[in-house]
C-alpha cells in the first residue's frame, strides 16, 4: 500500500476524505474507531499503526531499560547510550546491505 494517496486511503477505509487530511496535517488526532479501520485498509496491526514498525519499539524498550539501569546503578548514561546508538547503527547498516530492514 506505499504510496497510496490520501483519497483512495479514505475510501477503502470507509471514512471521509477530511478527515485523513486532518490526521496527516497534524489539525485532529486519530480516533481508534478510524484507526481500526486505517490499520484494515493498509494490511496492516493496529499496534504497528499505532506504535510504529516492532523494531522501533523494541528499540524505544531497550532505551528506556538502558535509562533505568542508569539510573539505578549510577552509570555513565552518555557513554551507553553512545554504545547503543552505535550498535543500532551497525546493526541498520547490516540489514540494509542484506536488504532486510525487519527483525
Known sequence: MAGMQQR?????AGIRP??????????SGITQEN???VAAA????YDALIYGPPRAQQLDRIERM???LVDRFELDSAALLAD?????TEDGQHDAELGDSTW
Open 84 to 88: 547503543f546508538e552505535q550498535e543500532i
Open 42 to 45: 493498509l494490511e496492516v496491526g
Open 35 to 37: 484507526a481500526v479501520k
Open 66 to 68: 538502558i535509562r533505568a
Open 8 to 12: 483512495a486511503l479514505a475510501q477503502k
Open 18 to 27: 477530511e478527515q485523513v487530511s486532518k490526521w496527516v496535517s497534524g489539525r
